[in-house]
């Protein structure tokens, strides 16, 4: 066989193809829009979002290095340095710890570290910088008010410094400080010089401090890799090449560390990407396979003059590539856009994460990679059917597939307008199912957001917060302590917001903050935990060593009793007139770190806090959220919450901390309420007062959030939809003129044909409702549940409204677009359509 080099004839005849064809060219460009435009900005909102909840764990985790090595001499540490696969890194040496009673609740760790720890360890110096002189420290700012010393770098203080086993006592100079977050780190740093370190350290065996179990003198190498992937894997291989054996961490703060620790976690996001090229792939298929189906005559004739199967294919990949070329920029660049402004919205109401914008490649990359596989997949299948066909069975194509012999249908009356429409349209399954395919996908995804969105019940969410309408609160600091000498929510405070004109109640909330002996049931449970923990920072060790764990007792008024919930109680039942007798307490289930929670004791049990007089019976378990607004907001790791009666706290506890009073107004005079309780709080230093409207307006919030996002996506998703239905219509209507030309020309009038259109696409209606009523409202209840019981402040009801607002406006879409489709047919005559067969 002669080989030609046709492919410039190819190419230009493909183009001359493509500008024929402007309509079609236009839907598929919007289709390779709208497809990049939705995977552009689930992408962007995904790395944003993640880079926002990165940085947010980083300063937990303390850092944003991939990995350190633990425990190492000053050489091993150099040796490791020297690694190929270590890109940067920073050192620190470990002094010792603060001792003092000010330290008992929030440790603070001493050492020597250099720029680069401080660079990756968010640590910005408002003023001053690292220490250079043996008695100078640099630490945070909490810690500076922790031990009451000015914010100004000169400022003097005395440290008592537990540096392995022994106490060193000396007197500071503060070089610089820096602003921390006391909730989030384990524990408070301060950082002394290497002139310190040489003084007082450096004769510190680190092999023997090790055996102590105080690791004093040893380094800690923190390491950047090219990557945040395989973290754990690339610090085995450093290990190994280096011939070292030393414990080390991997930054769990990372998401790929999560990611492949539980792959569960990405099922959502492929769910989401799938349902995209679902929906772009059903809208571009159709369009190319109507496309073929239109021009098969065409590809027939190229066939006659010797175009080959291959280069027929490749007259529609042509097509396809430059289409996508020129829709590609655009949903690139608007799904980003979209994507950093929906992860700005999202990170705005979110309080563990703050706005970091992703602009990585895999982004762009991914969303142009994913679009592309759409298309070529949507026109592979219409091309292999161009390439397939004989030019003899082109010229009778007309895209319905034979389906045997033909059956004679016998009536009585004639044929009936209905029944015709109905046989028009099941026989041509295939294009029939990819409609219906595609409409009920959008239609049943819009019910599931729907759905989630009218969950969200007001009430839950303002009960969680407040009781009744306005809620007078005294200020605690960030570990939820108040400071009883300084405390503004007096009794006399809480008897004046009671006397006020409009108020018909007053709930308050007393509390004391305790502690708990470690008893067997404890120890069972934590000892695993302490045995399987980083020695760096041993939480639960560190509880089992001081042999105790933290509670907080809460005394609550009767008002507080309609805020505990079915959903709330783990076990055990809610009984008001026991629980009132004083015998009764609630507890809640303890936080072992992340999402782990576990109860100690059961329904029955007795507890007897230390600082109470006698033992209750617990009579339920809480959830670590319930009451949620009674509390300080603030949870201890291992421990759990107590609740009594307000007027059991009150005998045990003489002359308890008032830490909120709830007021329950008049409804008629709230605004009179709202000005008096705000007089008396903004006379009172210390206390906060909020109403349950500024509530519902952080709520409606977050609710229009949720709702710009999720309609947002059903929308593009709905008009992939409308716009594949809308072109199956138009151009089945061009594609059966021939057939429509022989029925008018045997006496069928204009308005019967108008009629048997109108039927058909009625029937496509009637069969879409059939599938999204069965089929789509059951993966509605079953998806919308799920993801309703996950959601905080939801209560899940299945609702149908969606569907039965949807099909009404569909039945005028379809009756629009067929009147539209057939006003486009008429315009030819009989004459000129029958002559086309010829």
């Given at each position: 066989?002669?080989?030609?080099?046709?492919?410039?004839?190819?190419?230009?005849?493909?183009?001359?193809?493509?500008?024929?064809?402007?309509?079609?060219?236009?839907?598929?460009?919007?289709?390779?829009?709208?497809?990049?435009?939705?995977?552009?900005?689930?992408?962007?909102?995904?790395?944003?979002?993640?880079?926002?909840?990165?940085?947010?764990?980083?300063?937990?985790?303390?850092?944003?290095?991939?990995?350190?090595?633990?425990?190492?001499?000053?050489?091993?540490?150099?040796?490791?340095?020297?690694?190929?696969?270590?890109?940067?890194?920073?050192?620190?040496?470990?002094?010792?710890?603060?001792?003092?009673?000010?330290?008992?609740?929030?440790?603070?760790?001493?050492?020597?570290?250099?720029?680069?720890?401080?660079?990756?360890?968010?640590?910005?110096?408002?003023?001053?910088?690292?220490?250079?002189?043996?008695?100078?420290?640099?630490?945070?700012?909490?810690?500076?008010?922790?031990?009451?010393?000015?914010?100004?770098?000169?400022?003097?203080?005395?440290?008592?410094?537990?540096?392995?086993?022994?106490?060193?006592?000396?007197?500071?100079?503060?070089?610089?400080?820096?602003?921390?977050?006391?909730?989030?780190?384990?524990?408070?740093?301060?950082?002394?010089?290497?002139?310190?370190?040489?003084?007082?350290?450096?004769?510190?065996?680190?092999?023997?401090?090790?055996?102590?179990?105080?690791?004093?003198?040893?380094?800690?190498?923190?390491?950047?890799?090219?990557?945040?992937?395989?973290?754990?894997?690339?610090?085995?291989?450093?290990?190994?090449?280096?011939?070292?054996?030393?414990?080390?961490?991997?930054?769990?703060?990372?998401?790929?560390?999560?990611?492949?620790?539980?792959?569960?976690?990405?099922?959502?996001?492929?769910?989401?990407?799938?349902?995209?090229?679902?929906?772009?792939?059903?809208?571009?298929?159709?369009?190319?396979?109507?496309?073929?189906?239109?021009?098969?005559?065409?590809?027939?004739?190229?066939?006659?003059?010797?175009?080959?199967?291959?280069?027929?294919?490749?007259?529609?990949?042509?097509?396809?590539?430059?289409?996508?070329?020129?829709?590609?920029?655009?949903?690139?660049?608007?799904?980003?856009?979209?994507?950093?402004?929906?992860?700005?919205?999202?990170?705005?109401?979110?309080?563990?994460?703050?706005?970091?914008?992703?602009?990585?490649?895999?982004?762009?990359?991914?969303?142009?990679?994913?679009?592309?596989?759409?298309?070529?997949?949507?026109?592979?299948?219409?091309?292999?059917?161009?390439?397939?066909?004989?030019?003899?069975?082109?010229?009778?194509?007309?895209?319905?597939?034979?389906?045997?012999?033909?059956?004679?249908?016998?009536?009585?009356?004639?044929?009936?307008?209905?029944?015709?429409?109905?046989?028009?349209?099941?026989?041509?399954?295939?294009?029939?199912?990819?409609?219906?395919?595609?409409?009920?996908?959008?239609?049943?995804?819009?019910?599931?957001?729907?759905?989630?969105?009218?969950?969200?019940?007001?009430?839950?969410?303002?009960?969680?917060?407040?009781?009744?309408?306005?809620?007078?609160?005294?200020?605690?600091?960030?570990?939820?302590?108040?400071?009883?000498?300084?405390?503004?929510?007096?009794?006399?405070?809480?008897?004046?917001?009671?006397?006020?004109?409009?108020?018909?109640?007053?709930?308050?909330?007393?509390?004391?903050?305790?502690?708990?002996?470690?008893?067997?049931?404890?120890?069972?449970?934590?000892?695993?935990?302490?045995?399987?923990?980083?020695?760096?920072?041993?939480?639960?060790?560190?509880?089992?060593?001081?042999?105790?764990?933290?509670?907080?007792?809460?005394?609550?008024?009767?008002?507080?009793?309609?805020?505990?919930?079915?959903?709330?109680?783990?076990?055990?039942?809610?009984?008001?007139?026991?629980?009132?007798?004083?015998?009764?307490?609630?507890?809640?289930?303890?936080?072992?770190?992340?999402?782990?929670?576990?109860?100690?004791?059961?329904?029955?049990?007795?507890?007897?806090?230390?600082?109470?007089?006698?033992s209750y019976e617990v009579m339920a378990v809480l959830k670590v959220e319930a009451l949620y607004a009674a509390g300080t907001k603030h949870y201890n790791t291992a421990g759990y919450k107590v609740f009594f009666p307000a007027a059991e706290f009150r005998t045990a506890f003489k002359n308890p901390l008032i830490l909120s009073a709830t007021l329950h107004a008049d409804p008629a005079k709230l605004d009179q309420v709202e000005n008096a309780a705000k007089a008396?709080?903004?006379?009172?230093?210390?206390?906060?007062?909020?109403?349950?409207?500024?509530?519902?307006?952080?709520?409606?919030?977050?609710?229009?959030?949720?709702?710009?996002?999720?309609?947002?996506?059903?929308?593009?998703?709905?008009?992939?939809?409308?716009?594949?239905?809308?072109?199956?219509?138009?151009?089945?209507?061009?594609?059966?003129?021939?057939?429509?030309?022989?029925?008018?020309?045997?006496?069928?009038?204009?308005?019967?044909?108008?009629?048997?259109?109108?039927?058909?696409?009625?029937?496509?209606v009637l069969f879409t409702t059939l599938i999204v009523g069965t089929a789509g409202l059951l993966l509605t209840y079953l998806v919308a549940k799920n993801i309703a019981e996950n959601m905080a402040f939801t209560v899940f009801h299945m609702n149908v409204l969606p569907v039965a607002a949807v099909i009404p406006m569909l039945a005028i879409i379809s009756y629009t677009v067929t009147v539209y489709a057939y006003r486009m047919l008429?315009?030819?005559?009989?004459?000129?359509?029958?002559?086309?067969?010829?």
């Amino acid at each position: 066989m002669i080989r030609t080099n046709n492919g410039k004839t190819v190419s230009k005849l493909a183009i001359k193809s493509l500008k024929a064809n402007r309509l079609r060219n236009v839907v598929i460009v919007s289709a390779v829009v709208l497809t990049t435009l939705l995977l552009t900005s689930v992408f962007t909102m995904a790395l944003s979002i993640n880079k926002s909840m990165e940085r947010a764990k980083m300063k937990t985790a303390g850092s944003d290095f991939h990995g350190s090595f633990k425990y190492l001499t000053s050489e091993e540490a150099e040796k490791l340095i020297r690694h190929p696969s270590v890109k940067e890194y920073g050192k620190t040496v470990l002094v010792g710890n603060a001792i003092g009673d000010a330290f008992k609740s929030a440790p603070l760790e001493i050492s020597q570290i250099d720029s680069s720890i401080a660079k990756h360890s968010f640590v910005n110096f408002v003023e001053g910088g690292l220490p250079d002189g043996e008695n100078e420290i640099a630490t945070s700012t909490w810690i500076l008010d922790l031990l009451g010393v000015p914010h100004e770098t000169g400022a003097t203080f005395s440290l008592d410094i537990d540096i392995d086993g022994k106490a060193v006592s000396k007197e500071f100079v503060l070089s610089g400080f820096f602003e921390a977050d006391q909730y989030v780190a384990m524990s408070g740093q301060a950082f002394v010089s290497e002139a310190f370190v040489w003084n007082y350290v450096s004769h510190i065996d680190p092999e023997q401090s090790k055996a102590h179990g105080t690791y004093v003198n040893t380094t800690r190498l923190d390491v950047m890799f090219n990557n945040s992937f395989g973290i754990e894997k690339k610090i085995r291989n450093v290990l190994s090449d280096t011939g070292l054996d030393a414990p080390y961490g991997v930054n769990w703060a990372y998401a790929s560390v999560s990611l492949f620790e539980n792959p569960m976690n990405v099922i959502p996001y492929v769910a989401l990407i799938l349902i995209i090229m679902l929906s772009g792939y059903l809208l571009i298929y159709n369009i190319f396979h109507i496309s073929v189906v239109r021009d098969i005559k065409f590809y027939g004739l190229l066939k006659t003059i010797g175009t080959t199967p291959r280069q027929v294919r490749k007259i529609i990949s042509i097509q396809a590539n430059r289409l996508y070329v020129a829709a590609l920029p655009i949903g690139l660049a608007s799904g980003y856009g979209i994507g950093r402004w929906v992860a700005s919205l999202m990170t705005a109401v979110s309080s563990e994460a703050e706005p970091a914008y992703s602009a990585s490649p895999i982004i762009f990359i991914g969303a142009a990679l994913f679009s592309y596989m759409t298309l070529r997949v949507a026109a592979s299948r219409p091309g292999r059917t161009a390439a397939k066909i004989s030019p003899v069975e082109a010229v009778r194509y007309s895209g319905v597939s034979g389906g045997g012999g033909r059956k004679v249908k016998r009536s009585v009356n004639g044929a009936k307008l209905s029944r015709m429409s109905l046989g028009n349209l099941l026989r041509q399954k295939k294009k029939l199912l990819l409609m219906l395919a595609s409409l009920s996908l959008s239609i049943t995804l819009f019910s599931m957001i729907f759905t989630v969105i009218s969950s969200l019940d007001m009430n839950k969410y303002l009960n969680a917060f407040i009781s009744g309408d306005f809620v007078v609160k005294a200020e605690t600091d960030t570990r939820g302590r108040i400071d009883k000498s300084r405390s503004a929510l007096t009794a006399d405070v809480s008897r004046a917001l009671g006397a006020i004109d409009g108020v018909e109640g007053v709930d308050n909330v007393y509390f004391k903050p305790d502690t708990f002996a470690v008893d067997d049931t404890i120890r069972a449970v934590l000892e695993p935990l302490a045995a399987a923990e980083d020695p760096n920072t041993p939480s639960f060790t560190s509880i089992l060593k001081r042999g105790e764990i933290d509670l907080q007792l809460h005394g609550i008024d009767s008002g507080w009793y309609d805020v505990i919930q079915k959903s709330d109680i783990v076990a055990g039942t809610f009984d008001r007139k026991k629980f009132n007798s004083g015998d009764y307490a609630l507890i809640t289930e303890a936080i072992l770190g992340g999402d782990d929670y576990i109860s100690y004791y059961k329904p029955g049990d007795k507890i007897k806090p230390d600082g109470m007089e006698k033992s209750y019976e617990v009579m339920a378990v809480l959830k670590v959220e319930a009451l949620y607004a009674a509390g300080t907001k603030h949870y201890n790791t291992a421990g759990y919450k107590v609740f009594f009666p307000a007027a059991e706290f009150r005998t045990a506890f003489k002359n308890p901390l008032i830490l909120s009073a709830t007021l329950h107004a008049d409804p008629a005079k709230l605004d009179q309420v709202e000005n008096a309780a705000k007089a008396i709080t903004d006379s009172n230093n210390g206390l906060t007062m909020k109403s349950r409207e500024d509530y519902k307006k952080e709520l409606d919030g977050f609710i229009r959030i949720f709702q710009t996002v999720g309609y947002g996506l059903s929308f593009i998703v709905a008009l992939i939809g409308v716009l594949n239905y809308m072109n199956t219509v138009i151009t089945g209507v061009i594609t059966r003129r021939n057939e429509f030309a022989v029925l008018e020309s045997i006496g069928m009038t204009r308005k019967q044909m108008k009629k048997m259109l109108v039927y058909e696409g009625l029937y496509s209606v009637l069969f879409t409702t059939l599938i999204v009523g069965t089929a789509g409202l059951l993966l509605t209840y079953l998806v919308a549940k799920n993801i309703a019981e996950n959601m905080a402040f939801t209560v899940f009801h299945m609702n149908v409204l969606p569907v039965a607002a949807v099909i009404p406006m569909l039945a005028i879409i379809s009756y629009t677009v067929t009147v539209y489709a057939y006003r486009m047919l008429s315009k030819a005559t009989i004459v000129e359509r029958l002559r086309e067969v010829e």
